[in-house]
């Protein structure tokens, strides 16, 4: 196939005609004309051709000076040479053309095998490559449903406008998740380790930002609620089981029989291996497939509440009741076995706020009835009682507010609010995403730097703002939660609404004393699920109706 240059004649010297450039244009001009027929009509639009031609000589040394530099820097700045790559992806998902069908099966299946993979997949069983983050099985599935993601939001104006009603109904939640994201990325500036946080503000912004707009779309389709209610409870006994053999066992199951391809020479990830017992007692703490403990309890935690609701929540079968009654004491023995306190009381606040939840909701459906209104007006008394016995009861004492094995903890925790409260308003923008730690520099008796509690991590991370939008984040959708139980929802599945609300208000007091992350992917699908079942209970109930003024009648004259 003949180029435009063989159209440009030579002249008997050997010599080129006056006006190369102009030629050499030309020719490129027709060569475009005759593509033009083949492109959709959207992208094209007339230019000049002297700026294509430069366009594609800049984009010509670009790319040789993006292979020079990436041959003398990699693997270990790799991050910053996949970057661009990743703009370019982006930039193409956003040209593509509206087609109006977008891949929801796809995206749905890929959300809840994230979601599996969260909870089953150690997340230190990965596949390691210099200069990038671990690889592991929830990183290989958010990656593709991230994509899918972008590509819906693309392609589907319909997908856009359910995924806006969903987070309408609850604006400022949405607006809130968003921010935080935004903050994330703003403070990669201010960290003394860009590339470290910039690593860490890519798989945050995947695991947990992206899940949470993810969660609004998909938990609007019916059945979608009794999915996740199945997976985060099974996933839960599975848990329990691996947590009781390590007990017996001493050690993680699969320590010794772990592949080479999938070992992780991280010296966090071989102080996991080693003992894991409190100090001061040889007591063995289980984790199963998390990273230290506490995580395990907290997830646990979190489990309870839906297996309440299985228990008693409107519309199940006996036989699920009679499970959830058979799981609830062995989620509880699941928790002793980590030997986590914040598990312990997790485990005990959903249980009492779920029954105060469960007589208002009978008190509000039978307002004649006396167990509604007997379980409402005793729980003050109750929960007197339960605070009486926590004090009075060593053994209950001991597992909820600590004893002297636990002392060492407790003074770690309150030397650290103590050094960390300054620093927060010091530097009230933030350290950068996970160089809070590193910020505070608090070491723990083998000399690791270590920082407990989550609510003092995200203040020195990402400043006050980032303490406000995500923390405020999570009371908006409790306030959510509760506004639509008072005002009852009929539906079935939509009742899932309680629990949800309940492991969301359990997660934010647990991160007051637990700064782990692991369980955070599953907290912002939370979060979108809320925004998603509030949309579905508000279209159930129909919009509130303004109570009318009581009027009054005074010498005929209608008073309002």
């Not at 690791?448 to 989550?454: E, Q, R, V």
């Not at 923390?471 to 509760?482: D, R, S």
């Given at each position: 196939?003949?180029?435009?240059?063989?159209?440009?004649?030579?002249?008997?010297?050997?010599?080129?005609?006056?006006?190369?450039?102009?030629?050499?244009?030309?020719?490129?001009?027709?060569?475009?004309?005759?593509?033009?027929?083949?492109?959709?009509p959207q992208?094209?639009?007339?230019g000049?051709?002297?700026?294509v031609?430069?366009?594609?000589?800049?984009?010509?040394?670009?790319?040789?000076?993006?292979?020079?530099?990436?041959?003398?820097?990699?693997?270990?700045?790799?991050?910053?040479?996949?970057?661009?790559?990743?703009?370019?992806?982006?930039?193409?998902?956003?040209?593509?053309?509206?087609l109006?069908?977008?891949?929801?099966?796809?995206?749905?299946?890929?959300?809840?095998a994230?979601?599996?993979?969260?909870?089953?997949?150690?997340?230190?069983?990965?596949i390691?490559?210099?200069?990038?983050?671990?690889?592991n099985?929830?990183?290989?599935?958010?990656f593709?449903?991230?994509l899918?993601?972008?590509?819906?939001?693309?392609?589907?104006?319909?997908?856009?406008?359910?995924?806006?009603q969903?987070?309408?109904?609850?604006?400022?939640?949405?607006?809130?998740?968003?921010?935080?994201?935004?903050?994330?990325?703003?403070?990669?500036?201010?960290?003394?380790?860009?590339?470290?946080?910039?690593?860490?503000?890519?798989?945050?912004?995947?695991?947990?930002i992206?899940?949470?707009?993810?969660?609004?779309?998909?938990?609007?389709?019916?059945?979608s609620?009794?999915?996740?209610?199945?997976?985060?409870?099974?996933?839960?006994?599975?848990?329990?089981?691996?947590?009781i053999?390590?007990?017996?066992?001493?050690?993680?199951?699969?320590?010794?029989?772990?592949?080479?391809?999938l070992s992780?020479?991280?010296?966090?990830?071989?102080?996991?291996?080693?003992?894991?017992?409190?100090?001061?007692t040889?007591i063995?703490?289980?984790?199963?497939?998390f990273?230290?403990?506490?995580?395990?309890?907290?997830?646990?935690?979190?489990?309870?509440?839906?297996?309440?609701?299985?228990?008693?929540?409107?519309?199940?079968?006996?036989?699920i009741?009679?499970?959830?009654?058979?799981?609830?004491?062995?989620?509880?023995?699941?928790?002793?076995?980590?030997?986590?306190?914040?598990?312990?009381?997790?485990?005990?606040?959903s249980?009492?706020?779920?029954?105060?939840?469960?007589?208002?909701?009978r008190?509000?459906?039978?307002?004649?009835?006396?167990?509604?209104?007997?379980?409402?007006?005793?729980y003050?008394?109750t929960?007197?009682?339960?605070i009486?016995a926590?004090?009075?009861?060593?053994?209950?004492?001991?597992?909820?507010?600590?004893?002297?094995?636990?002392?060492?903890?407790?003074?770690?925790?309150?030397?650290?609010?103590?050094?960390?409260?300054?620093?927060?308003?010091?530097?009230?923008?933030?350290?950068?995403?996970?160089?809070?730690?590193?910020a505070?520099?608090?070491?723990?008796?083998?000399g690791?730097?270590?920082?407990?509690?989550?609510w003092?991590?995200?203040?020195?991370?990402?400043?006050?703002?980032?303490?406000?939008?995500f923390?405020?984040?999570?009371?908006?959708?409790?306030?959510?939660?509760?506004r639509?139980v008072?005002?009852?929802?009929?539906s079935?599945?939509?009742?899932?609404?309680?629990?949800?609300?309940?492991?969301?208000?359990?997660?934010f007091?647990?991160?007051?004393?637990?700064?782990?992350?692991?369980?955070?992917?599953?907290?912002?699908?939370m979060?979108?699920?809320?925004?998603?079942?509030?949309?579905?209970?508000?279209?159930?109930q129909?919009?509130?109706?303004?109570?009318?003024?009581?009027?009054?009648?005074?010498?005929?004259?209608?008073?309002?």
């Open positions: 196939m003949k180029t435009p240059f063989a159209r440009i004649a030579k002249t008997d010297g050997g010599a080129r005609p006056a006006g190369l450039l102009s030629r050499i244009a030309d020719g490129w001009r027709q060569q475009l004309d005759q593509r033009t027929s083949v492109i959709l992208y094209t639009r007339p000049r051709p002297g700026f031609v430069g366009f594609a000589v800049i984009l010509a040394v670009a790319c040789y000076l993006y292979g020079f530099g990436f041959s003398l820097t990699a693997p270990i700045r790799a991050t910053h040479f996949i970057a661009p790559l990743g703009v370019l992806l982006m930039l193409m998902v956003w040209a593509l053309p509206e109006g069908a977008a891949p929801t099966r796809l995206l749905e299946r890929l959300f809840f994230f979601l599996i993979s969260t909870a089953l997949w150690p997340s230190y069983l990965a390691t490559l210099p200069g990038l983050p671990w690889i099985m929830a990183r290989l599935i958010g593709p449903l991230v899918v993601l972008a590509i819906s939001i693309s392609i589907s104006r319909q997908f856009r406008d359910d995924t806006m969903s987070l309408e109904t609850i604006p400022s939640l949405w607006k809130m998740v968003a921010a935080f994201g935004a903050i994330q990325i703003i403070t990669i500036p201010l960290s003394g380790t860009p590339q470290f946080s910039i690593q860490k503000v890519i798989i945050y912004s995947i695991s947990w992206a899940m949470f707009f993810v969660a609004a779309y998909a938990f609007r389709k019916p059945k609620g009794w999915f996740f209610i199945a997976i985060i409870v099974t996933c839960g006994v599975i848990l329990t089981g691996i947590a053999r390590e007990r017996q066992v001493g050690q993680i199951l699969w320590a010794n029989s772990i592949p080479s391809w992780v020479d991280d010296p966090s990830v071989q102080r996991m291996f080693g003992t894991t017992g409190r100090a001061g040889n063995y703490r289980s984790q199963a497939i990273a230290t403990p506490l995580a395990l309890g907290e997830y646990l935690a979190l489990c309870t509440p839906f297996i309440l609701h299985m228990v008693a929540g409107p519309g199940f079968r006996l036989w009741r009679a499970l959830g009654l058979v799981l609830l004491p062995v989620i509880f023995f699941g928790i002793l076995t980590t030997d986590t306190r914040l598990g312990v009381v997790g485990y005990i606040m249980i009492g706020i779920y029954i105060f939840l469960w007589g208002l909701l008190w509000r459906e039978n307002p004649r009835g006396l167990i509604g209104p007997a379980v409402v007006l005793s003050p008394a929960a007197m009682a339960f009486v926590v004090l009075s009861f060593n053994r209950l004492r001991v597992m909820t507010i600590g004893g002297g094995k636990h002392q060492a903890s407790t003074e770690a925790r309150y030397d650290q609010w103590a050094e960390g409260i300054p620093l927060v308003f010091q530097h009230p923008w933030g350290h950068g995403a996970a160089r809070g730690a590193g505070l520099g608090f070491r723990n008796p083998a690791t730097l270590t920082i407990d509690s989550y003092l991590a995200i203040g020195l991370d990402y400043g006050v703002l980032g303490f406000v939008t923390y405020g984040a999570f009371l908006v959708a409790v306030a959510a939660g509760l639509t008072a005002r009852g929802v009929k079935r599945e939509l009742a899932l609404i309680v629990p949800l609300t309940i492991a969301l208000f359990v997660y007091v647990i991160k007051s004393i637990y700064a782990g992350t692991e369980n955070q992917p599953i907290a912002f699908m979060l979108g699920a809320m925004s998603a079942l509030v949309y579905r209970a508000r279209l159930e129909g919009p509130e109706v303004p109570k009318e003024k009581k009027t009054k009648r005074k010498k005929g004259v209608i008073l309002a």
